[in-house]
């Protein structure tokens, strides 16, 4: 049996975003023996996190696990468009839009789901909301404070680096035992 290794980030978060392009070579160097799972979190201060979050949730709900990582691979890659120096003062219509955008780029939006059925449940409870906010209970019931945070056979992994790679990890790993 493989032992899990649940990961957390934040859409808005810049380490995040190094750690995620570091994701590929983690699960095929260590996939073998731990089980990934991953999660997105939002964290209090990057203000745009939740409604990211709530995009996630909201593409997990209607087109699967699939869609929602080449959601968040295009949030990532798309970053800028929503930090907090791009929006400046925007309206919550505006930041939505952008989103809906990002969803776009990432090839998720089609004749079923549009740009608009994408805007119109955004900030649904069932199919967007209730699901983003579950989903970062599980990462404050481990202690996940900052992104991207590890938790490792059910414990969090303290003391770690965002921009670590495999070999790092392998480091990191050998003194978890």
Not at 13 to 27: E, F
Not at 37 to 59: D, M, N, R
Not at 150 to 163: F, N, R, W
Request: negative net charge; proline residues 3%; charged residues 25%.
């Amino acid at each position: 049996m493989k032992t899990s290794w649940k990961v957390f980030w934040d859409l808005q978060c810049p380490y995040s975003k190094a750690s995620w392009t570091n994701l590929p070579a983690m699960r095929e160097k260590f996939g073998g023996e731990y089980d990934f799972t991953i999660s997105i979190t939002s964290l209090a201060f990057h203000p745009q996190a939740f409604t990211a979050q709530c995009g996630a949730s909201l593409i997990e709900t209607t087109k699967g696990r699939d869609a929602v990582f080449k959601y968040v691979d295009a949030c990532f890659e798309n970053q800028d468009m929503f930090m907090n120096a791009s929006l400046g003062d925007a309206r919550k219509s505006e930041i939505d839009n952008v989103f809906a955008l990002i969803a776009e780029k990432a090839g998720i939006l089609d004749e079923k789901f549009t740009k608009e059925a994408f805007l119109a449940n955004l900030h649904d409870w069932e199919k967007a909301v209730k699901p983003a906010y579950a989903e970062h209970k599980i990462a404050l019931g481990y202690g996940v404070y900052g992104t991207p945070k590890h938790v490792i056979d059910e414990k969090l992994v303290l003391d770690t680096e965002s921009a670590w790679g495999v070999d790092e990890w392998g480091e990191k790993l050998k003194s978890l035992c």
